[in-house]
């Protein structure tokens, strides 16, 4: 059987016509060009045979190399994806969404849902996954509806964050947007957040604040020992910008020798 990849450029459109299954191993790497085409032509549409003209894929694709303009089609068309495919995306989405509330909350011991459970409301409750759907947000839906049937709680961990002034308001934005804050501290030296973040969303939260922070910051668990701001009040940045004007000063001397 063949699968069809379209693509569309403005008013024009082309369709190449591909092995089942090939396109989304050739996409990922798993299998040579060789084995990707039905028929090595570009069609307007391929039901009636109808052949692309070289001008249009010249003034499209910048040329009328063949073998160019089916790799780009394959590459970047839109694939329309066979029963197999689809009923494998859905169990992957299914996979996904699980795991996710899962991860992200515990029942009324503070213990995690095990999967089976989860599994088996959703079954219960008859409810539709949708492949369009964010994984997130899609989970959270499920959870408001299972809140019947099962006890969710966000399976937060409580974390105390110590910034000085060099990032700590750049760094509040990113704070609040993934955290609960339960409390901020302003002093002479910076700020002291304390917080509580899920699981789930804690490796996105510590990739955005390290961006802005560069990692300079003290963080703890809501246990451990309140951190201690650096008396930094730009230390830091001040002996980074004097060791940046030592640097300055030699290129110079080395440029007049």
Known sequence: MSQLVKYVSGKKRFEVLTKEGSVRKFREGKLGWNNVLMVEQIFTDSKKGNIAKDKDLKSTFGTDNITECLKKIVLEGDLSVS???RKEDMKLHRQA???YIHKTYVDANNLPHP?????????????RLDLCEQVEKQATDI?????????????TVEYTVAIGHSYARKASSIIYQYCEVNKEDWGANGCVWTFGIGASE???FMLALNKITHGDYQLTTGID?????KDDNGEQGKQRKKEKRKKQRERRNRDKN
């Open 83 to 85: 029963a197999k495919e």
């Open 97 to 99: 969404v699980i795991g």
């Open 115 to 127: 999967i089976t459970r989860i599994e088996s409301a959703i079954n219960g409750s008859k409810i």
């Open 143 to 155: 959870v408001k509806s299972l809140l019947g049937t099962l006890v969710f709680r966000k399976n």
């Open 202 to 204: 804690f490796d996105k």
């Open 225 to 229: 020992k309140k951190p201690q701001i």
